[in-house]
């Protein structure tokens, strides 16, 4: 399985771009990698996806390196609602391997 | 509201007991995927089920089973229970493989 790191926690400041990074250097070349937040007391989100290229939807973007080790979520304008943890998730064969997630504090 | 139902949302039990746990998938989705989220481990797969059939295996013990039904709801059903199963237990299916719904979770205390 894939491994994953990221950092235990970020802050930012409400209305500020934010960028979570994630590594996954043991992801095999057909593993898309998978981003979920889980805000308190819910089940996981889902977030973006993505396999080489980078991704944009209405929530995020996604930044995948070319060696595909590593990946940023990046949130364009942080808000009080975004505050949760962001995992970073490669899917092999259907199965997310989450990690242990960053918990994202945002400041008014 | 992800369209994914879970009951029971709470569930306290003795060590030894068994119990089910159930999962209504979003309409139309044929794949549901069952995890365990605890303090220690964090959050894993367990298993997955297509339109009936399992599909994948991750760490699920010897002590769990599950099943996916004609109606395409699904039970997870765990035995002889540990204190150590005490945990968040989240259903999750999808039409696509790729994005996966969550379920609210069911809460299971194990005393």
């Known amino acids: 399985d894939a491994k994953t790191t990221q950092p235990n926690s970020m802050e930012s400041n409400e209305e500020e771009p934010v960028h979570l990074p994630c590594n996954h250097s043991t992801i095999s070349g057909t593993d898309y990698i998978h981003w979920y937040r889980q805000l308190p007391s819910q089940g996981p989100e889902y977030v973006i996806h993505?396999?080489?290229s980078n991704v944009n939807n209405r929530m995020a973007s996604l930044a995948i390196a070319e060696d595909r080790k590593s990946s940023t979520l990046i949130l364009h304008r942080a808000t009080l609602r975004d505050a949760a943890v962001y995992y970073c998730?490669?899917?092999?064969?259907?199965?997310?391997?989450f990690g242990g997630g960053t918990r994202l504090m945002v400041k008014p | 509201d992800s369209g994914v139902t879970q009951t029971p949302k709470h569930l306290i039990t003795a060590t030894g007991q068994r119990v089910t746990l159930r999962c209504s998938p979003r309409?139309?989705?044929?794949?549901v995927y069952w995890y365990q989220q605890s303090l220690d481990q964090g959050l894993q797969f367990l298993i997955q089920?297509?339109?009936?059939?399992?599909?994948a295996k991750g760490n699920i013990l010897e002590r769990f089973s599950a099943q996916q039904f004609p109606d395409l709801h699904s039970e997870l059903n765990l035995s002889s229970l540990e204190l150590g199963d005490s945990a968040l237990y989240f259903c999750a299916s999808s039409a696509s493989g790729n994005e996966q719904f969550f379920g609210p979770g069911t809460r299971l205390t194990v005393l």
């Open positions: 089920y297509y339109n009936g059939e399992e599909r």
């Open positions: 309409s139309g989705d044929l794949s």
């Open positions: 993505g396999l080489t």
């Open positions: 998730a490669p899917n092999a064969g259907n199965m997310l391997t």
